[in-house]
């Protein structure tokens, strides 16, 4: 995912121009904020127009805009995560190479301390020629990175290497761009969040006050250190900005037991935040109870203890639990530690301001199976989850 990343797009005089409109919508689709520069030539292939109704930005062409004003490139540069230049000719890849700068989209690129990847595009004879590939040696060796052309029909006809990579094989090259450094890079995890429900009859259940908002940040937060994560999701009403998560949607303990247990085997990291009801009824009515006594006595069986069994079948999962405590924080945490075999138990008092199921901030403890007790000072929901998950990051190291 590209979620929150700033690219400037630099398009350059070639025929694959014409794509760039695909490219830019992919970008954008994954949370990437894009700002395109245009050469000159490339307006032969491509309006400003379409790219700018797709990045829902300005799209620039001249270091002036139609009123005089200068279009900053050196602001430009400083505000780009990565400068992207695709399609990349010839002409342009020998001005890179010779530090030429007669266009805003040179100056932009002489300037950015951000990495550059380019995407060259060009004919079968062009590319092959050695002026070509030593240009792009040169690039190399100003840390540039080069997309690999693909190989296929060419604008002339001829068939062989030269056509810009597919927009999705150049998206595909930022997000492990952007992710190859990260410290959960290739780690997956499975947490769960949110209550459950357990029904009573047709409309009514038993459930709790969670809403899920600790579990979802530590997902999205395991996702922004490079992880794949899946999200097993009791009844919430909070929604999943990051479209990475997958997201199993499940209502009551057992099914939420079941989708654990499914996908337990094969993770290094499984976290249980979800506020798993204590009891179910022991028998659900298949008809609507109907009022008729004073006093109604509901028979209650305990449910399955998702994370004591995940502790039972652990064998190199980092296994996290969470323990919401009134009183006695610390020897009920350090019992749930011990009793569901865990590495960590996050611990949090109900009876703390600010702390708890619905807010949006959390005062949270770590205690890890080493006795190792890390208190937290009560922050946001997303603070405390990018705490749990950095621990984690030291604790799996
Ligand atoms: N948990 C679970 N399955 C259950 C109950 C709890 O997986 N049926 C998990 C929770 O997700 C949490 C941890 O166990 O990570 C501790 O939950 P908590 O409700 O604090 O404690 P319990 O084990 O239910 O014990 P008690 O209610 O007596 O404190």
Not at 76 to 96: F, G, Q, R, Y
Not at 118 to 140: C, G, I, R, W, Y
Not at 262 to 284: G, T
Not at 362 to 374: A, G, L, R, S
């Amino acid at each position: 995912m590209l979620n929150g990343k700033k690219i400037i797009l630099g398009i350059t005089g070639g025929i694959a121009a014409y794509k760039c409109g695909h490219l830019v919508r992919l970008m954008v689709k994954q949370g990437a904020e894009v700002k395109v520069i245009l050469s000159h030539s490339a307006l032969q292939f491509i309006t400003p127009q379409t790219l700018s109704v797709l990045s829902k930005n300005e799209v620039l062409t001249d270091f002036f805009d139609k009123n005089f004003n200068w279009n900053n490139h050196v602001h430009l540069a400083e505000w780009a995560d990565v400068v992207l230049i695709a399609p990349l000719t010839a002409n342009s890849l020998a001005k890179m190479a010779s530090g030429a700068c007669d266009s805003i989209l040179l100056a932009t690129y002489l300037s950015a301390r951000t990495k550059t990847i380019v995407a060259p595009a060009m004919d079968l004879d062009m590319f092959q020629h050695p002026s070509v590939k030593k240009n792009l040696e040169t690039l190399k060796s100003y840390k540039n990175e080069i997309i690999p052309v693909e190989t296929g029909e060419l604008a002339s006809g001829l068939v062989g290497e030269g056509r810009m990579a597919e927009p999705e094989n150049i998206v595909s090259y930022l997000n492990d761009f952007f992710t190859k450094n990260l410290p959960l890079k290739g780690k997956s995890a499975l947490v769960n969040a949110g209550p459950t429900y357990e029904s009573i009859d047709p409309v009514r259940f038993i459930g709790n006050r969670s809403s899920g908002k600790m579990g979802i940040a530590i997902a999205e937060s395991l996702v922004f250190m490079g992880a794949q994560v899946t999200l097993v999701l009791g009844p919430s009403q909070v929604e999943i900005k990051n479209k990475t998560i997958k997201v199993l949607r499940v209502e009551s303990s057992e099914e939420m037991y079941d989708a654990m247990l499914a996908n337990y085997s094969e993770k290094d990291i499984v976290i249980c935040s979800a506020a798993v009801a204590d009891y179910k009824a022991a028998n659900v009515s298949e008809l609507k109870i109907k009022k008729k006594e004073d006093n109604f006595k509901l028979d209650l069986i305990k449910t399955k203890d998702i994370l004591l069994e995940l502790g039972k079948q652990k064998k190199n999962q980092c296994l996290v639990g969470f323990a919401l405590e009134t009183n006695n924080l610390e020897e009920y945490a350090k019992q749930k530690l011990k009793n569901k075999n865990l590495d960590l138990v996050v611990a949090n008092s109900a009876s703390d301001v600010g702390s708890g199921f619905s807010g949006d901030t959390n005062k949270i403890t770590i205690i890890d199976k080493h006795n190792k007790i890390t208190n937290f000072e009560l922050k946001s929901k997303q603070k405390a989850a990018s705490d749990i998950v950095n621990y984690i990051i030291d604790f799996v190291k």
